[in-house]
């Protein structure tokens, strides 16, 4: 598996941005599907983005606009960039891999995958 390692959150008032990282370790597969998911307090874990290998992105419809997901493949990060922060955005902010993947359809949902890789979380609070 990849060991996968977050950074970049914190506390933030609403309107502010936040970009999350994440890093991957160790046995990273030449094409991958990565995931950015969140939980909040008492809800179930959400995924928000995707993106894979060859930089075909996916997100959930009520972060569009406002979450942007990139990566740095020399460095092996990945990135969360969040605008316009909202108090309903606090959560733990979680990454994810899976592989050998693409993302091969315009239908793909993060939300659905089965991610085999994930991080510790990183939190964000908006207030």
């Known amino acids: 598996h990849v060991q996968l390692v977050e950074s970049g959150g914190g506390s933030v008032q609403a309107g502010g941005a936040l970009r999350l990282s994440c890093e991957a370790s160790?046995?990273?597969?030449?094409?991958?599907?990565m995931g950015w998911f969140r939980q909040a307090p008492g809800k179930e874990r959400e995924g928000v983005a995707a993106?894979?290998?060859?930089?075909?992105?996916s997100y959930a419809d009520s972060v569009k606009g406002r979450f942007a997901i990139s990566q740095d493949n020399a460095k092996k990060t990945l990135y969360l960039q969040i605008d316009n922060l909202k108090p309903e955005d606090t959560a733990v902010y979680y990454c994810?891999?899976?592989?050998?993947?693409?993302?091969?359809?315009?239908?793909?949902?993060?939300?659905?995958?089965?991610?085999?890789?994930w991080g510790q979380g990183t939190q964000v609070t908006v207030s």
């Open positions: 160790g046995s990273t597969y030449s094409y991958y599907i």
């Open positions: 994810a891999a899976d592989g050998p993947l693409l993302i091969d359809s315009d239908d793909y949902d993060c939300r659905s995958h089965d991610f085999d890789s």
């Open positions: 993106i894979d290998s060859d930089g075909s992105t």
